[in-house]
């Protein structure tokens, strides 16, 4: 396995989950529920555990979307880019909507988060070619 494709290709889409939540943050916090401090800000948000947990997880997508790309010789960044958007929009993102769809969360939820699932396996998919 290419050690620096997954580091690389897990820190872009952990990267692009900072860029995409950070626009969405004010609909993501009223959507979820999450608690917030005295200025509206996630209550957890100096705890590193989910700051870990998402590096961590961004890092297996990688891993297993390089292993997978290795498999099927996907060796460009378009077809990476498009095979991370096909991953992210028709694995990821309906396991998630199922998931909140029987919880009783909000749609709009379901969009930032599926959205984010969706767009961040594209760059995760389109970075792992470029090592």
């Known amino acids: 396995m290419a050690l620096g494709s997954v580091v690389a290709a897990g820190f872009a889409g952990w990267a692009f ?12 916090i009223v959507a979820s529920g999450v608690a917030t401090d005295a200025n509206g800000k996630p ?3 100096k705890s590193p555990i989910p700051y870990v947990i998402s590096i961590v997880s ?7 979307m390089y292993y997978a790309f290795e498999m099927l010789n996907i060796v460009t960044v378009t077809k990476g880019f498009t095979s991370g958007l ?3 929009a028709c694995f990821a993102a309906p396991w998630l909507a199922t ?3 029987f919880a009783g ?11 984010y699932a969706t767009f961040g ?8 070619p470029v090592f």
């Open 58 to 64: 961004a890092m297996i997508v990688a891993a297993t």
């Open 43 to 45: 209550a957890n948000q």
């Open 86 to 88: 096909g991953i992210g």
């Open 17 to 28: 989950g900072a860029i995409w939540y950070g626009i969405f943050a004010k609909p993501w």
């Open 99 to 101: 998931n909140y769809g």
């Open 121 to 128: 396996s594209s760059v995760i998919g389109a970075v792992i």
């Open 105 to 115: 969360r909000p749609l709009k939820l379901i969009l930032i988060d599926a959205g």
